[in-house]
């Protein structure tokens, strides 16, 4: 059975793209390369560079690869940047989720696993965050997720279209070297990129009602991430049952300051972390249950905080020094 991964050329599309083929079911990436790499899509995985915008395209695709299923990675990420950008975030993230369902609809593929994202939650106020928690997305990119799964939903009533929605809290590290996380805006590669040129990264507040006063965040490494795409993707191909949504997330939690502290020790760098203020609406806190996960989609974090660290500084160094880890 073929699978489209759509953004299946970005950092997590790739790892998802990796791990359906090592379970036998056979990817075909669509993306437009617009913050993900072709270098990043295996050998011999058919690439198609195209928006997911363009609907004659994906019903091409689709058509031509003879697919089954679809996994949707493909959209604009960037919360911070969706509040100045809105518009953009609405096309990229509802628009092209609604003309790949269209495509889908037309050629009979009846299955998507959609990536989701916490980000649905915004600020929760609750020490543990289930599925059914309030959800109130605070940014555009939180909302247009959110209408993500309404859409699935509503296309499941109306076409019976079998799909669930895997919703992400931090996704880090990496499972080959030569993939890594290229994001501006996420804590890893913040404190790599300021180590790289000898700045010392930031933590921003450690006055939050906290062990160590720093924000407490859900760390996840992509590879079990990856992993449970590829169960999802084979309970919906076996017709068994699914959640409309599942958290992934560890249940737990780390704070900025404990992975400060293992950065330093995993390179050997030794820095203090300058402190800032707080910034603007980060709440002290925001942990998953992924109870539902482990149940169905063999979730389960498989990798200690200093394996994501070190797995993150390995496909750095490769990307800085490629003649040297070569």
Do not use: C
């Amino acid at each position: 059975m073929t699978w489209l991964v759509t953004g299946g050329a970005g950092y997590i599309g790739a790892h998802v793209v990796r791990a359906l083929a090592e379970a036998g079911l056979a990817p075909v990436v669509l993306d437009d390369l617009s913050s993900g790499y072709e270098e990043f899509v295996p050998a011999g995985v058919p690439f198609v560079r195209g928006s997911i915008l363009d609907g004659a395209l994906l019903v091409e695709t689709l058509a031509r690869h003879d697919v089954r299923g679809v996994i949707h990675v493909a959209g604009f990420k960037y919360a911070g940047v969706s509040v100045k950008e809105p518009l953009h975030t609405y096309r990229q993230n509802v628009e092209g989720t609604a003309t790949l369902l269209a495509a889908m609809q037309e050629k009979g593929v009846d299955k998507i696993v959609f990536s989701s994202s916490a980000a649905v939650y915004g600020t929760p106020d609750v020490d543990l965050v289930t599925e059914s928690t309030p959800k109130s997305p605070q940014s555009p990119y939180g909302e247009s997720k959110l209408i993500g799964e309404w859409l699935l939903a509503d296309q499941g009533v109306a076409r019976g279209l079998r799909h669930t929605a895997l919703r992400y809290f931090n996704v880090v590290g990496s499972g080959d070297p030569a993939v890594y996380d290229a994001s501006p805006h996420n804590l890893f590669p913040l404190i790599f990129t300021a180590l790289d040129e000898g700045r010392i990264p930031q933590i921003n507040g450690d006055d939050y009602a906290t062990p160590d006063g720093t924000n407490v965040r859900d760390y996840i490494h992509v590879v079990d991430l990856a992993t449970s795409h590829v169960a999802a993707a084979k309970r919906l191909a076996a017709g068994e049952p699914v959640e409309p949504a599942y958290n992934l997330g560890s249940g737990d939690g780390v704070s900025v300051r404990e992975i400060m502290t293992t950065v330093a020790d995993v390179t050997g760098i030794d820095f203090t972390p300058v402190v800032a203020p707080r910034r603007a609406g980060d709440p002290a806190r925001i942990v998953a249950a992924g109870d539902l996960a482990a149940r169905d989609l063999d979730w389960r974090m498989r990798h200690t905080l200093t394996e994501m660290i070190q797995s993150h500084w390995l496909a750095t160094r490769r990307r800085i020094e490629p003649s040297e880890s070569s």
